[in-house]
């Protein structure tokens, strides 16, 4: 069983609509991040939390330490969101080991 | 702003071939990771570096070593390329005690 899982694997939506990536762990964790990859490759860092909740802009990321779980919301989706979503956890330490699930990769149509 | 720079954004190599995948950040961050990524199975560490000098084997070293004879520079080296290391190959760093990863954009490896 992976250490940290995602669903749904693959997501289409319609410009506008609202989404949700869900990531469930089973392992002790310092903080957990989300991050975005573009085709062409590039992974940017969105959000990195340890407890309750954060926004940027139209992205919200939410985590329940006690369910070992996190969802990332996207409001008012728009096709420039399309991308791959992955969570990944880190567990603490100074070498800064990630733990990734494999990712979601969303697709917002016009 | 961090800036992780890998050398390629494409290679193409012949099978038997030894490959370096180079990879330079700007930040004087002591970490630095090699990954993979591929379809289904999301990034695998391959290799990390804490320190000059320093390694330490992430999941799937098998046919990979690495070299950091300095700071900012962490090569990859495939000694001889098969094709099933035909894969997109990732470079990040971070500074010690914090978790947030810069990662560079990635060289598609082909490896024929």
């Known amino acids: 069983k992976n250490e940290v899982e995602q669903s749904p694997q693959n997501l289409t939506a319609q410009e506008g609509e609202f989404i949700t990536i869900n990531c469930s762990y089973s392992?002790?964790?310092?903080?957990l991040h989300w991050l975005q990859q573009h085709p062409g490759g590039g992974i940017v860092s969105l959000f990195m939390?340890?407890?309750g909740k954060k926004k940027h802009g139209r992205l919200i990321a939410t985590i329940n330490i006690q369910e070992k779980h996190s969802s990332l919301h996207i409001t008012a989706s728009h096709p420039r969101d399309s991308a791959v979503y992955i969570c990944?956890?880190?567990?603490?330490?100074?070498?800064?080991?990630?733990?990734f699930g494999k990712g979601t990769k969303l697709s917002v149509k016009p | 702003d961090v800036k992780v720079t890998q050398s390629s954004r494409y290679l193409v190599k012949r099978t038997g071939e030894k490959v370096f995948l180079e990879c330079v950040q700007d930040?004087?961050?002591?970490?630095m990771f090699w990954y993979r990524q591929d379809p289904g199975l999301g990034l695998r560490l391959i290799y990390f570096?804490?320190?000059?000098?320093?390694?330490e084997k992430g999941d799937i070293p098998e046919g990979y070593s690495v070299s950091r004879e300095k700071k900012e520079r962490f090569s990859l080296i495939l000694e001889s390329a098969s094709t099933n290391q035909t894969s997109m190959y990732l470079c990040?760093?971070?500074?010690?005690?914090?978790?947030?990863?810069?990662f560079g954009a990635g060289t598609r490896l082909s490896v024929l």
């Open positions: 990040a760093s971070t500074l010690a005690g914090r978790n947030i990863q810069y």
């Open positions: 392992v002790g964790i310092s903080a």
């Open positions: 939390l340890s407890s």
């Open positions: 990944a956890v880190s567990g603490g330490g100074s070498q800064g080991n990630l733990i």
């Open positions: 930040m004087d961050h002591e970490n």
């Open positions: 570096s804490y320190d000059v000098k320093m390694k």
